[in-house]
Structure formats: C-alpha cells, structure tokens
C-alpha cells in the first residue's frame, strides 16, 4: 500500500520537497511519476505536466532499451482519457498495445507502489494506418500535387538545385490546371517540358535544362522501383482525421504502422511532416488553450533532419513554431538531443531525458552536451544521466505560468495497456471494422497530368497523320500567280489542320479541362503544399 499524502509529503527531504513544489500545479496535468531523490523513489513528490503546456512542444530522447515507447504509451493514454486525440508513429511494431488493457503482475504492482499509482488495466480508442497499404493499417495516400516540391526533394534526396527545378516544375502544372495525382503524373509533367512541343513553356522563366530533367525522372523511377508509387495517389487521406473523438469522449489514439516501410525512413519521416503541414493549413489560430487539439509524436526524429535541405530545415522550424497556436504540440522522439537542429531544440519547452550511454569520447562529448541544456539543477546530471534505469529519466516541463520547473529525476509510472504489440488477427480486425476503411481502402485513378498530356499527344499525332494523308497538301510549282495559288493554298491547308486539331473531341476534352483551371495558380504554404 502506497503511504498516505500527509506521511509522504513528510517523508520528502528539503530539497527534494523544493523540487516537488514545482510541480503542484492547480489546474488539469497528467501524473507522469515520481521524484527520485538520493536512490529513493517519494511518492509523495508527483512529477506532472500541466496539459494546457503540451502544445509547447516536447522531446522525449534516450539510448536504446531505456523506456521511451513505454514513455509515449504513458502519455499518450493520459491525453486520450483527457480527451486530447494523438498521433503515434509505431516504427518497431511494439505500441498497438496501447489499444489492449495491460496485464497486472508483480512487476507492475510494484512500479506502482513505488509511484503511488492506483494501476487499473486498461485499452483505448485506436485508429491503425498504413502507408499506401503497405502493411496494417487503413491506407495513406496523398497526391503529388498536396505534397509539393520541397516535400517531395527530401524524399528524392534532390540537391539545392534540382529542387528548385522541381518547384518549376510544380508551378507550371499548378498554372496549367495539369493535376499530379500520382508518380506518372509527374514523370509525365517533366517529360513533357523537355520535349521539342514543350521545352518553350518554361524559356520565359528560367527553363528546365534536360540534364536536371533526367536527374529528377531517374530519382522517381528508382523510387517507383522500390515500391513507393502506392503512397501517392487517392483517394487522398483528409488530416481532420486525426482529430476526432472517441464516443466516449476519449481523444482517439492514430497509430502509423512503419514496420513494413523500415527500409524507406525518408518516405516515412517526409510523410509525417505533410501531415503536420497540411494540418497546419487547416486548423484555425485558437492562442492558448486548456488542453491541446491533437499532440503528435514524431518518433525516429533523426531521420526526419538528416540530409535535409536549408529550404527544409527552415520550413520545419517554422512549422514548429508556428502550429503552437493552432493548439497542435509535437513532441520529437529520438536517441540524443543533437538528433535535432537548434532552432527546433529551442522551441521544445517540455523534456523527458532517459539514459544516456558513455562508451566512447563522442558519447563522453553527447553527454556533455545534453546536460548543458538543462536548468540549473542540484543533481549532477553527468552522473544522474548515465546511472537512470530503465522506465526512468530526467524531466523539466513548463509550468502553468509557462516558465521551467526544477529538474526532476523520475521513476515513471506503468502504462495501463498492454505493453506488447497485439496479435495480427486482432489488428486487422480493428483496421476492417473502422468507419474509415471504406473510404480509403481502394485506390482511385482519376483523369489527371499523364492522361491529359497523352490525350494532347494524340491529337498532334492524328493531325499530323490527316495531314499526311490529304492529297491537296502537295505544293506547287510555278512563279507569279502560282505562286500566290499556292501560298493560299497552303494557308487554306493550315487553317483546315488547326481546325480538325481544334474540332477533335481528345482535345475539347483536354481543353474542358485545362482551361477550368488555367491561371488559377496553386496556392502553397510553408514547405511547398498545397492549400486547401
């Protein structure tokens, strides 16, 4: 039995009770554990976040085996009960569990007693995707349109300038109403543009030279090669999605299941950032709130930086920034604080620091590192950092007032749903009977760029055919008034080609469809996706 409140509240050391003080917040906050102080775990020192400061952003970091899945578990359960939906990127297949009740056991019986936690076994409200339906999951998708240029140069791994060739590219086809649903879509875009009809659509902007033209379209079919033109195309996964309530009131927990696409950690960390940017284009300012409208775990953060662009890198810390007021926080999961650039670090307000290893000089330099971007704390954090157990870690949150609370070494508390991975039969199960699975379950191809451009091409090759074949395209010979014969004739022959292009129903088609959209350029936002 857990001591009672008053004998506890005795029990705790000077120090540690100043520690603990900064933490008793008076409005709604999730219990995260309790102080540990001189080896010993005080349950009656609660260490809480409050929840209108989880917009503020967090960093959930640590060494490999040190709890931090447990640790988003555990979060993620208080905001759902809260009524706050989350975000979760499962990359090791091991959180579906969160929609399982856990299992009682004397281990968790007895991180309870050390906590002062009153553990009770429980599942919550989950949604499972997948990206393209690669995998589990109710498939994601988005267009290449929606995704945009500074997007999709992360996943291409385009250099500074071949990414500004592909925004080119974007823009000519956001101006020319040529939708890019999918992969074909673009290749046929590009395609088009070095061609000896189209290379002229650009010369007035800059150009697009064939040599960065077949760097882009050998990067998209060595990534079409590796299976990815499943994740674009539609229908296109609407991001509002992730914001709904369970019937009970719970916030609805979205699992991204990544195991399958493990092997592809570009597409998967650019993936999540167009969510967050179209989430971004989406929700309305609404300031400070009580709670937040969705918190997001951004897990594997590393590879989300790593080769990024200037251009990317400072769309990122932009976004981040930014969507604090539209009540979305994200919370970046990684190994090492330096996984994350300092202008990102510098607006992540929440921290939870599992374990940090020192094997060799650079994990010494890490180290060194990491403890220099906390508060002044009475703790050695140098030796605190490197002796944590696992299920521990040091904590610095923003209070209500939105100013640092004092350093807390943490036992965390248990998680209430099951802390393993549920069966297949289970999740697939769960994925079949959802509202959603219907809607994106099937793909859709949709007349867009490629049918549009091969419609065009088409039709010059028909009139150039019938011109081929009309017998009066011969020319004369002769001088004087022959000759004017024949320049009317030739005439009266262009006008007749134009005419049998113009009245062919391939291109009223085409030009139905181009010319509901031409100049209505799309709007794009941040990194380059489209606006709603």
């Given at each position: 039995?857990?001591?009672?409140?008053?004998?506890?509240?005795?029990?705790?050391?000077?120090?540690?009770?100043?520690?603990?003080?900064?933490?008793?917040?008076?409005?709604?906050?999730?219990?995260?554990?309790?102080?540990?102080?001189?080896?010993?775990?005080?349950?009656?020192?609660?260490?809480?976040?409050?929840?209108?400061?989880?917009?503020?952003?967090?960093?959930?970091?640590?060494?490999?085996?040190?709890?931090?899945?447990?640790?988003?578990?555990?979060?993620?359960?208080?905001?759902?009960?809260?009524?706050?939906?989350?975000?979760?990127a499962?990359?090791?297949?091991?959180?579906?569990?969160?929609?399982?009740?856990?299992?009682?056991?004397?281990?968790?019986?007895?991180?309870?007693?050390?906590?002062?936690q009153?553990?009770?076994?429980?599942?919550?409200?989950c949604?499972?995707?997948?990206?393209?339906?690669?995998?589990?999951?109710?498939?994601?998708?988005?267009?290449?349109?929606?995704?945009?240029?500074?997007?999709?140069?992360?996943?291409?791994?385009?250099?500074?300038?071949?990414?500004?060739?592909?925004?080119?590219?974007?823009?000519?086809a956001?101006?020319?109403?040529?939708?890019?649903?999918?992969?074909?879509?673009?290749?046929?875009?590009?395609?088009?543009?070095?061609?000896?009809?189209?290379?002229?659509?650009?010369?007035?902007?800059?150009?697009?030279?064939?040599?960065?033209?077949?760097?882009?379209?050998?990067?998209?079919?060595?990534?079409?090669?590796?299976?990815?033109?499943?994740?674009?195309?539609?229908?296109?996964?609407?991001?509002?999605?992730?914001?709904?309530?369970?019937?009970?009131?719970?916030?609805?927990?979205?699992?991204?299941?990544?195991?399958?696409?493990?092997?592809?950690?570009?597409?998967?960390?650019?993936?999540?950032?167009?969510?967050?940017?179209?989430?971004?284009?989406?929700?309305?300012?609404?300031?400070?709130?009580?709670?937040?409208?969705?918190?997001?775990?951004?897990?594997?953060?590393?590879?989300?930086?790593?080769?990024?662009?200037?251009?990317?890198?400072?769309?990122?810390?932009?976004?981040?920034?930014?969507?604090?007021s539209?009540?979305?926080?994200?919370?970046?999961?990684?190994?090492?604080?330096?996984?994350?650039?300092?202008?990102?670090?510098?607006?992540?307000?929440?921290?939870?620091?599992?374990?940090?290893?020192?094997?060799?000089?650079?994990?010494?330099?890490?180290?060194?590192?990491?403890?220099?971007?906390?508060?002044?704390?009475?703790?050695d954090?140098?030796?605190?950092?490197?002796?944590?157990?696992t299920?521990e870690a040091?904590i610095?949150?923003?209070?209500?007032?939105?100013?640092?609370?004092?350093?807390?070494?943490?036992?965390?508390?248990?998680?209430?749903?099951?802390?393993?991975?549920?069966?297949?039969?289970?999740?697939?199960?769960?994925?079949?009977?959802s509202?959603?699975?219907?809607?994106?379950?099937?793909?859709?191809?949709?007349?867009?760029?490629?049918?549009?451009?091969?419609?065009?091409?088409?039709?010059?090759?028909?009139?150039?055919?019938?011109?081929?074949?009309?017998?009066?395209?011969?020319?004369?010979?002769?001088?004087?008034?022959?000759?004017?014969?024949?320049?009317?004739?030739?005439?009266?022959?262009?006008?007749?080609?134009?005419?049998?292009?113009?009245?062919?129903g391939?291109?009223?088609?085409?030009?139905?469809?181009?010319?509901?959209?031409?100049?209505?350029?799309?709007?794009?936002?941040?990194?380059?996706?489209?606006?709603?």
């Amino acid at each position: 039995m857990p001591q009672p409140a008053a004998d506890a509240a005795s029990a705790v050391p000077q120090p540690a009770a100043e520690i603990a003080a900064g933490y008793a917040f008076t409005g709604p906050a999730m219990e995260l554990g309790a102080l540990l102080w001189d080896g010993r775990c005080l349950p009656g020192a609660p260490i809480r976040i409050p929840l209108s400061m989880l917009n503020r952003h967090g960093l959930v970091a640590g060494a490999t085996g040190t709890g931090k899945t447990k640790t988003l578990q555990l979060i993620a359960e208080q905001l759902s009960a809260n009524g706050v939906p989350v975000f979760l990127a499962d990359v090791k297949g091991d959180v579906s569990g969160i929609s399982a009740p856990g299992q009682a056991g004397d281990k968790v019986a007895e991180r309870a007693a050390q906590v002062g936690q009153e553990w009770e076994a429980a599942g919550f409200p989950c949604e499972f995707y997948g990206l393209g339906g690669i995998g589990p999951g109710i498939p994601l998708r988005a267009t290449v349109t929606s995704f945009g240029p500074v997007l999709l140069s992360k996943v291409l791994q385009l250099n500074q300038t071949q990414e500004q060739s592909l925004g080119l590219i974007f823009h000519y086809a956001d101006t020319k109403g040529l939708e890019l649903y999918d992969l074909k879509d673009l290749k046929a875009v590009v395609g088009f543009l070095v061609s000896d009809v189209g290379k002229a659509e650009l010369k007035g902007i800059g150009g697009l030279s064939s040599v960065t033209a077949g760097v882009i379209l050998r990067a998209i079919t060595a990534f079409e090669q590796q299976g990815a033109e499943a994740f674009f195309g539609e229908p296109e996964f609407d991001t509002s999605e992730l914001l709904r309530l369970a019937p009970d009131g719970r916030g609805l927990v979205s699992v991204l299941e990544l195991p399958a696409v493990q092997d592809k950690p570009h597409l998967f960390s650019t993936f999540l950032m167009w969510l967050l940017a179209d989430l971004f284009q989406k929700l309305p300012e609404v300031g400070d709130v009580d709670r937040p409208k969705l918190v997001f775990f951004f897990d594997e953060a590393h590879l989300l930086f790593n080769g990024a662009s200037k251009a990317f890198l400072e769309s990122i810390t932009q976004t981040v920034r930014l969507i604090r007021s539209k009540g979305v926080g994200i919370f970046f999961v990684t190994q090492t604080p330096k996984d994350v650039p300092a202008d990102v670090l510098a607006q992540l307000g929440n921290r939870v620091q599992h374990a940090l290893r020192a094997f060799t000089p650079d994990d010494a330099k890490a180290l060194k590192a990491t403890v220099r971007t906390f508060p002044h704390s009475p703790y050695d954090l140098e030796e605190v950092l490197t002796s944590l157990g696992t299920g521990e870690a040091v904590i610095t949150v923003l209070s209500e007032k939105g100013a640092p609370t004092p350093v807390a070494a943490t036992r965390l508390r248990a998680p209430q749903s099951l802390m393993a991975p549920i069966d297949a039969a289970a999740l697939d199960q769960a994925v079949k009977s959802s509202i959603l699975y219907a809607r994106y379950a099937e793909p859709v191809d949709r007349e867009s760029a490629f049918e549009k451009l091969s419609a065009a091409e088409r039709a010059r090759e028909e009139a150039a055919v019938s011109a081929a074949l009309d017998p009066s395209s011969g020319s004369g010979s002769g001088s004087g008034s022959g000759s004017g014969r024949s320049a009317g004739r030739a005439k009266k022959q262009d006008a007749s080609l134009a005419e049998q292009v113009v009245s062919s129903g391939i291109f009223r088609s085409l030009a139905r469809s181009v010319g509901t959209q031409l100049g209505r350029e799309i709007s794009r936002s941040i990194f380059g996706t489209r606006r709603r």
